[in-house]
T-cell receptor, first 115, second 114 residues
Framework: DQQVKQNSPSLSVQEGRISILNCDYTNSMFDYFLWYKKYPAEGPTFLISISSIKDKNEDGRFTVFLNKSAKHLSLHIVPSQPGDSAVYFCAASSYSGAGSYQLTFGKGTKLSVIP | DGGITQSPKYLFRKEGQNVTLSCEQNLNHDAMYWYRQDPGQGLRLIYYSQIVNDFQKGDIAEGYSVSREKKESFPLTVTSAQKNPTAFYLC?????????????FGPGTRLTVT
């Protein structure tokens, strides 16, 4: 049972336009959500996160929106640049006991920004 | 220059052989993790460790083993019992006890078993 879903395997956007990547989740116990960016044959790098008690977090060109009632979050990239082309993973954090937390990842969305 | 190193980048083994993947971090993080990524799939948790000499199974631990004898090191052994060992393996670390659980990833090891 997939608890974190990224229903769009790929997305193409023109340079300068907005990229919107979506993520849905099913577990109400998730308390943080994170976005990671990954280039081929490299490890993911952290991009931005949001606490479940907030509905928006912004960092430069990247903004994450959280809609708890819909169990939905989205990552907005404005303006999109060719260097943003990568696979973006949505991840959700939950407490797993004894002071530890785990991340549950979606399958990723491959973003292609066309010059 | 702090970070996580994984070696080697590419690893080839014959079926039936055990193989150990290295992961070292100098971030002074208590928690370390191993994930597996297959094409078109997200990252799936194999094992994690919150403290030295202690580790827990993740979602897909069968056919894998780990050790955590030092804070900096968390090697993963892919045993011959793992039915589909060919994959991209990622090691990560984080500060324990924080809900945002930002994990830092190594560059990964691509294991091919034939």
């Amino acid at each position: 049972d997939q608890q974190v879903k990224q229903n769009s395997p790929s997305l193409s956007v023109q340079e300068g336009r907005i990229s919107i990547l979506n993520c849905d989740y099913t577990n109400s116990m998730f308390d943080y959500f994170l976005w990671y960016k990954k280039y081929p044959a490299e490890g993911p790098t952290f991009l931005i996160s949001i606490s479940s008690i907030k509905d928006k977090n912004e960092d430069g060109r990247f903004t994450v929106f959280l809609n708890k009632s819909a169990k939905h979050l989205s990552l907005h990239i404005v303006p999109s640049q060719p260097g943003d082309s990568a696979v973006y993973f949505c991840a959700a954090s939950s407490y797993s006991g004894a002071g530890s937390y785990q991340l549950t990842f979606g399958k990723g969305t491959k973003l292609s920004v066309i010059p | 220059d702090g970070g996580i190193t994984q070696s080697p980048k590419y690893l080839f083994r014959k079926e039936g052989q055990n193989v150990t993947l290295s992961c070292e971090q100098n971030l002074n993080h208590d928690a370390m993790y191993w994930y597996r990524q297959d094409p078109g799939q997200g990252l799936r948790l194999i094992y994690y460790s919150q403290i030295v000499n202690d580790f827990q199974k993740g979602d897909i631990a069968e056919g894998y083993s780990v050790s955590r004898e030092k804070k900096e090191s968390f090697p993963l052994t892919v045993t011959s019992a793992q039915k589909n060992p060919t994959a991209f393996y990622l090691c990560a670390s984080s500060i324990t006890g924080t809900g945002d659980n930002e994990q830092y990833f190594g560059p990964g090891t691509r294991l091919t078993v034939t």
